[in-house]
């Protein structure tokens, strides 16, 4: 059964980055067929898709947040990893890492790891 | 890019049925698959429909979904309504280059 588990700090500070990191177990990274995407949101709102990443380093980046945004893959690791640099109040939020089909749907998530962002 | 549009909240009695819609800004609703996630509190999503009206293994069927062009929208609905049902539904789509947008979500009261 695939398993994502996203891991970082609780905590940041704002104006710093962002750095999480979701580790799949039970597949491949590497498959033909997925997508690996992060997706986030803030406390009582709804689902905001941040950026999805393909395993040849591909990568796909909401417009809104493409200016701050990096992922990164690591199919070593089978892991792949999400920067956000500059970050206000307004980026907490419980961030999911996910599995997408095609690129196109997510069927596979993460429990999510909420990051709070505050002096 | 375009959005999708839900009611921000929808209710219904136990055994009746609900459906959910959800509108597409700009660009065929038909254009590209429409994504259906049910979402109780303090967990992560989990899907209920995908490719417009597919159920993955799991879903009762009393789960549906559907597209309508002439009002560029997809609807999702819900039959038989059961207490457990009561979530957060959101709507999924993207564009041509891969940008995954999701609805605004849709809180389901059953009472």
């Known amino acids: 059964q695939l398993q994502l588990q996203e891991s970082g700090p609780g905590l940041v500070k704002p104006s710093e980055t962002l750095s999480l990191t979701c580790t799949v177990s039970?597949?491949?990274?590497?498959?033909?067929?997925?997508?690996w995407g992060w997706i986030r949101q803030p406390p009582g709102k709804g689902l905001e898709w941040i950026g999805s990443i393909y395993y040849s380093g591909s990568t796909y980046y909401n417009p809104s947040l493409k200016s701050r945004v990096t992922i990164s893959v690591d199919p070593s690791k089978n892991q792949f990893s999400l920067q956000l640099i500059s970050v206000t109040a307004a980026d907490t939020a419980v961030y999911f890492c996910?599995?997408?089909?095609?690129?196109?749907?997510?069927?596979?998530w993460g429990q999510g790891t909420l990051v709070t962002v505050s002096s | 890019n375009f959005m999708l549009t839900q009611p921000h909240s929808v209710s219904e009695s136990p055994g009746k049925t609900e459906t959910i819609s959800c509108t597409r800004s700009?660009?065929?609703?038909?254009?590209?698959?429409v994504q259906w996630y049910q979402q109780r509190p303090g967990s992560a999503p989990t899907t209920v429909i995908y490719e417009d009206n597919q159920r993955p293994s799991g879903v009762p069927d009393r789960f549906s979904g559907s597209i309508d062009s002439s009002s560029n929208s997809a609807s999702l609905t819900i039959s038989g309504l059961k207490t457990e049902d009561e979530a957060d539904y959101y709507c999924?789509?993207?564009?041509?280059?891969?940008?995954?947008?999701f609805g605004g979500g849709t809180k389901l009261t059953v009472l």
């Open positions: 999924q789509s993207y564009d041509s280059s891969l940008k995954v947008v």
């Open positions: 996910a599995r997408l089909y095609g690129g196109n749907s997510v069927d596979y």
């Open positions: 039970g597949g491949s990274i590497s498959s033909s067929t997925y997508y």
């Open positions: 700009s660009g065929s609703i038909a254009s590209n698959y």
